[in-house]
């Protein structure tokens, strides 16, 4: 099976789950990436009337089908489910995301949800985090002060060059650091002054991950 195919059945068992609880009143939280975006098919293809979506990216609100109606975060006090991949998980369900650069607002929306569901194929399993460099997005004028920061943790930050998060960020790649503690190094990290988020999700864990066999 190709990795395509096991991102294709994660989103297509996402959707058989949550398919039950939808309807007219159901908010639904999308993710960004390809696996995510095997989901939004599944969306589009539905005829299944929901009040509507929040996206964590452009990109995601540019695919949904027009009849879905995009809703601002700010619109909503809760969303029901959200759904998104990741780039690493651990069996803590712990993950690294923002591959994409999308993972702040990935996290705030992750965070309004009622129930957020991971879906990934079995090569995003590992034993500790950090093998995938980890994003953290930053202000673009404090970038050089961010990665001097980031060295002096042990990491080496490198700059995603040419990418700008729809928030007008920047991205620092950073390999190396020691992610042995997710939930201490994800508050550290944004500690440091200039820091929007880093793509460590310790605090905002998923409920359920979804892997295909
Ligand atoms: C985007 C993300 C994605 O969820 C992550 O990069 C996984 O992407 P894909 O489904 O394409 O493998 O965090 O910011």
Known sequence: MTQNIKKKNSAKAAFELIKPNLNKDTVLG???????????????????????AVCSSISSEESLNPSIRVISLNE??????????????NDRFELIKGGGGAHTREKIVASASNEFICIVDESKIVTELGAFPLPVEVIPESRSLVSRKLISMGGIPEYRSGFVTDQGNHILDVRDIDISNPQSLELMINN????????????NKPQIILVPK
């Open 76 to 89: 909503v006090h809760l969303i029901d489910f959200y759904i998104d991949g990741a780039d690493e998980f």
């Open 192 to 203: 440091i002054p200039g820091v929007v988020d880093n793509g460590i999700f310790a605090a």
């Open 30 to 52: 999308i993710g960004t990436g390809s696996t995510t975006n095997f989901f939004i098919d599944q969306l589009n293809e539905s005829d299944i009337d929901i009040k509507g």
